[in-house]
């Protein structure tokens, strides 16, 4: 049914943005939590800088991907002594995917957050719960909605980057072609039309997919958090 | 016992707290809205630190000290029900419940984990609701299951602040009497924050006045409310006293009851829906008194029984004036003209009778001291389903609590 080209780029493309929100989750619900549970000073300024990604080109997050983790960039030099080089690698595309999607899952994970009452944690807490428990049995479970929310947004993300990826990672096949690349690639390419509308339309089944699958899980988080017996 | 001084500088508003809270009983803050009440109990759970000060629970220090400790509210081992009952919403009423409870490893453990389950389930009645999610539980239904929730923690203490608002009159009753058939069981102390006089009267034992972020004077309920210094501030109730009193006997020809207040005094009643031998608390207004130097006859007012009179205050400007009488050992305040107390020469050490209306006293005016479960029928109107194992509940609640109240099983 799939061309090995075709399939090649797909599963490039899951594994890619599989790893972005992987790697992403974890920082991202941390700095949710801190930008939903606390004041500090220069919240604006860390707001800003997160946000970055969404209102700038692409491209411009590449190039600044590729000076910083570049063979001779601040932290790519480093990165190359312990033998990890990022830039037209696939981990490397998944780095700028990861960075493209990180505001969308912050985004959406914060607000879920801000929509726990603290009332029910300062409960928790009065009933003898640790600070990890009351963010484990209170807060999370409370959040998951819109945890999964921002994974799958973050998800979809990840899978059409394309601006960044071809700065900082290049277009390699195999390596770094992702779905949105290879379909640039065949649209490049005279007489490849009937390609590029394949592609095209193995994009938007997938990106349909991960949407219904977003809508599916979060319905079914709230479901199982009314009905559940502890 | 609690005892702490706390200080707390919030905007322009000064907290500078100073009180202690004996070993048992229940104790009230009262004070109007804004006076820094549930400020005072937040600082007491370590849900808001202090500026400075210290605070002490059974000698061990939680705040301040001489190394500034603040221990976390998590590791303090306070109970507390605030004014929204905070359920988990993602829990069932059986997952709250059981979310403080000390973790079970052994079977025995689980076996004994299980026991206070079900004892505080029967205790507060909501054996029902227990496979219920929150979401679906009526708002007394929450409150019960938040103090069990936070009884079952096995708290030193149980912090309850106004844990009635919001409460239609009906429900405010039914959790009304088992919050104080609570204080009667279990043998921890409560700090009970409320403005409003008739829970008070119905559950406080000390009362501790609060205004604009100090605690102004602390003491029994009965001689806070007969001091008449205190008037401007305890002035939310209607001048009078509490006493406490026994049920001697009912008179049904008439449908009267006797009530001993000691010393071999009585005083007779409306009938009350209460067996022989309950120990009530009686609320006696200061102007359903009056004064006579000797035992009139040919009057309706029956009860004459001896006092002496302890206070007098009376000012010019007023028409009244204010007096502490002596009744069988227990202070009780009345109110008579000015004229009058010049008239028939009242002064402090005189013994007079102090006369009481029959029909002033009703019910409401008296409140049990033991298990509540007949004087007032628990409201359930609004559930059915629910009435049934109420029923059960209250009698099995009677077997189990007998006079001696202080027998109860459900805190360590």
Not at chain 2, 182 to 190: D, G, T
């Amino acid at each position: 049914m799939l061309s090995a080209l075709e399939w090649e780029a797909l599963s490039l493309s899951l594994k890619v943005a599989c790893v972005a929100v992987g790697l992403s989750l974890i920082p991202g619900f941390a700095a949710a939590w801190w930008l939903a549970r606390r004041e500090f000073r220069g919240k604006a300024l860390v707001d800003g800088l997160l946000h970055l990604p969404l209102v700038l080109p692409p491209v411009v997050v590449g190039y600044l991907l590729l000076v910083t983790f570049g063979r001779n960039g601040a932290i790519g030099q480093w990165l190359a002594r312990i033998d990890i080089v990022l830039p037209f690698t696939w981990q490397g595309a998944a780095l700028a995917a990861a960075v493209m999607a990180f505001p969308l899952m912050v985004r959406a994970m914060r607000l879920s957050l801000e929509a726990v009452d603290p009332g029910l944690e300062a409960a928790a807490r009065t009933l003898g719960a640790n600070p990890l428990r009351v963010l484990f049995t209170v807060t999370m479970p409370l959040a998951l909605p819109g945890i999964l929310t921002g994974g799958m947004l973050a998800f979809a993300r990840a899978l059409s980057e394309f601006g960044a990826t071809i700065t900082f990672a290049a277009n390699i096949p195999g390596e770094t072609r992702t779905l949105p690349l290879a379909l640039y690639t065949l649209i490049q390419t005279p007489g490849q039309e009937g390609a590029a509308a394949r592609l095209c339309a193995i994009a938007v089944v997938i990106a349909m997919l991960s949407l219904l699958a977003s809508e599916w899980l979060a319905r079914r988080a709230r479901l199982r958090m009314e009905g559940r017996d502890a | 016992m609690l005892n702490f001084h706390l200080h707390r500088q919030q905007g322009a508003f000064t907290l500078d707290a100073t009180l202690k809270v004996p070993a048992r009983g229940v104790t009230a803050l009262f004070g109007r809205s804004g006076s820094g009440k549930t400020t005072i109990l937040r600082l007491i759970a370590g849900l808001e630190r202090p500026d400075h000060g210290h605070l002490r629970l059974d000698g061990e220090c939680l705040t301040g000290g001489e190394n500034d400790i603040f221990v976390p509210a998590h590791r303090r081992r306070l109970g507390v029900v605030f004014q929204e009952p905070r359920l988990f919403p993602h829990y069932s009423v059986r997952g709250n419940l059981r979310y403080g409870m000390p973790r079970a490893l052994t079977p025995a453990q689980r076996q004994q984990n299980q026991s206070r389950l079900h004892e505080m389930v029967t205790l507060l009645g909501i054996e029902d609701l227990l496979s219920r999610m929150p979401g679906q539980l009526s708002g007394g239904e929450a409150r019960r299951v938040a103090i069990g929730r936070a009884l079952l923690s096995r708290p030193r203490m149980l912090l309850l602040d106004e844990p009635l608002t919001g409460l239609d009159g009906a429900r405010k009753q039914e959790l009304l009497h088992y919050i104080a058939r609570l204080a009667r069981e279990i043998e921890i102390p409560i700090l009970f924050v409320s403005h409003d006089t008739r829970e008070l009267f119905a559950v406080a034992d000390r009362l501790a006045l609060v205004d604009n972020g100090r605690i102004t004077a602390s003491g029994e309920i009965g001689d806070m409310l007969s001091r008449l210094d205190l008037a401007p501030q305890t002035g939310r109730f209607e001048a009078g006293s509490l006493l406490t009193a026994e049920v001697l006997s009912h008179d049904d020809d008439w449908q009267l009851t006797r009530l001993g207040l000691g010393a071999g005094l009585s005083l007779k009643l409306a009938r009350l829906a209460m067996p022989v031998g309950r120990r009530v608390r009686l609320r006696l207004r200061a102007r359903d008194i009056s004064i006579a130097l000797e035992t009139p006859t040919h009057t309706s007012l029956r009860n004459a029984l001896p006092a002496v009179i302890h206070e007098i205050e009376s000012e010019r400007g007023h028409a009244s004036a204010e007096l502490v009488l002596g009744i069988a050992g227990q202070r009780v305040r009345a109110r008579v003209d000015r004229l009058v107390c010049q008239e028939l020469g009242l002064k402090v050490g005189l013994g007079v009778k102090a006369l009481i209306s029959s029909v002033a006293l009703s019910g409401p005016d008296v409140i049990s001291l033991d298990a509540m479960d007949d004087d007032i029928p628990v409201v359930n109107a609004a559930q059915p389903s629910a009435a049934q194992p109420n029923a059960t509940q209250t009698n099995t609640a009677q077997a189990k609590a007998p006079n001696d109240a202080g027998s109860a099983s459900s805190a360590s």
